[in-house]
């Protein structure tokens, strides 16, 4: 949570939109994209069921309690 915390931080205060530097801005965002940070990996989306159907479908998949 800390990383994400100084990431966020660290747009705030230098965001060209809100007058920093936009040299010191984009050094800042390579850092932060460097691999091995939380911040390069790609966005996966999952697309699930809506409606009745998923209701079912989670019901079906949930295991008894009953034993």
Known sequence: MTDRA???AFVRTHHPDVGGDPAVFAAGLARFRQPGSRFDAPVTFVARRRGVRALLTRFRRR?????
């Not at 295991?63 to 034993?67: D, Y």
Request: glycine content about 0%; hydrophobic content about 40%.
């Open 6 to 8: 100084a990431f966020r």
């Open 63 to 67: 295991p008894s309690r009953v034993r």
